[in-house]
């Protein structure tokens, strides 16, 4: 309870309890590079995707950082974005999908957030945050579901093993925020 009341009148100082999208992390779009080596990406997920481009780690105030997708309102995105990526996976109803530029040679962090749907003492809540290292020109689909099964698969299109994900944690305690 000590925990949640602190949770929340952090929340307050930055924004209010009931306005979580007034957090960095939720208000702010993920920015493409625009130079560089590239590959694209495209995003299905049924809850929220941020990415923090050049980094092995989470932090919301690294250049980039920012929303690629999310299904709910109120929140920064890229949804419906498109690059033209070779057909993969097929999105299930309730996936947002979106296709991005990220940068190619370095690790690139993806944030997953399920939102919530269940209660927050239930295992339907998942949030997983992985990174991995794009090769340049490549493209790459990440399928991301919390609601049903908590899980990732992320596919360089056109090859036939799964890309090796690396857990990540937060660059700082307050990375986060």
């Given amino acids: 309870m000590k925990t949640a009341l602190s949770l929340c009148l952090l929340t307050m100082a930055l924004g209010g309890c009931g306005n979580i ?3 960095k992390s939720f208000n702010t779009p993920y920015g493409s590079p625009t130079s560089g080596d590239t590959a694209r990406l ?3 997920a049924d ?9 092995d780690c989470v932090d919301w105030y690294s250049p980039g950082a920012g929303v690629i997708a999310v299904p709910q309102k109120g929140f920064a995105d890229r949804n419906g974005e498109s690059l033209g990526m070779p057909k993969g996976a097929t ?3 309730g996936d947002v999908v979106s296709e991005v530029l990220v940068p ?3 690790p690139f962090t993806l944030h997953f957030l399920d939102g919530g749907r269940g209660s927050y ?4 809540n998942c949030l997983g945050m992985f990174y991995f ?3 340049k020109g490549a493209d790459y689909e990440v399928v991301v579901h919390g609601y049903s099964a908590c899980g990732v698969k992320l596919q360089q299109l056109g090859a036939e093993a799964p890309v090796q994900v690396t857990k990540a944690e937060y660059c700082s305690a307050m990375a986060n925020f």
């Fill in 21 to 23: 999208a007034a957090v």
């Fill in 42 to 44: 495209r995003v299905i």
């Fill in 47 to 55: 809850g929220m995707v941020r990415a923090v481009p050049g980094k």
């Fill in 91 to 93: 999105a299930m109803q």
């Fill in 104 to 106: 190619a040679g370095k």
């Fill in 121 to 124: 003492n239930s295992v339907t």
């Fill in 133 to 135: 290292v794009p090769q």
